[in-house]
């Protein structure tokens, strides 16, 4: 059964780093592009980066650009996301999740109805 499974999340102070991981298992989704979302409370989830299929191109939603990085390991079939200078405004569970509706695509998209796969999950804090 196919699987994802986010790490990394924690609590950290404002201004702080931490980098989340997101491992497949089951499969295979090194031929789809791989999105991460984060989901505040009372909020609806929202995109955050989404990375191509062979990791040459890249997208982030306005709120993160400059301070997250989004990376992927196809032979670990890991997804990464590197956050530095972190705001409490970025308090959210964080998810990844895979791009399923096409394969080998560049077309990165923020809706989160194409994406098919999805982990459970890792929260981050951010203190003030």
């Known amino acids: 059964q196919a699987q994802l499974v986010e790490s990394g999340g924690g609590l950290v102070q404002a201004g702080g780093s931490l980098r989340l991981s997101c491992a497949a298992s089951?499969?295979?989704?090194?031929?789809?592009?791989m999105g991460w979302f984060r989901q505040a409370p009372g909020k609806e989830r929202e995109f955050v980066a989404a990375i191509s299929w062979s990791g040459g191109t890249t997208y982030y939603a306005d709120s993160v650009k400059g301070r997250f990085t989004i990376s992927r390991v196809n032979a670990k079939n890991t997804v990464y996301l590197q956050m530095n200078s972190l705001k409490p405004e970025d308090t959210a569970v964080y998810y990844c999740?895979?791009?399923?509706?096409?394969?080998?695509?560049?077309?990165?998209?923020?809706?989160?109805?194409?994406?098919?796969?999805w982990g459970q999950g890792t929260q981050v804090t951010v203190s003030s």
């Open positions: 089951g499969r295979t989704f090194s031929s789809y592009a």
């Open positions: 999740a895979a791009d399923t509706a096409t394969q080998y695509s560049g077309n990165l998209r923020e809706s989160p109805k194409t994406y098919g796969y």
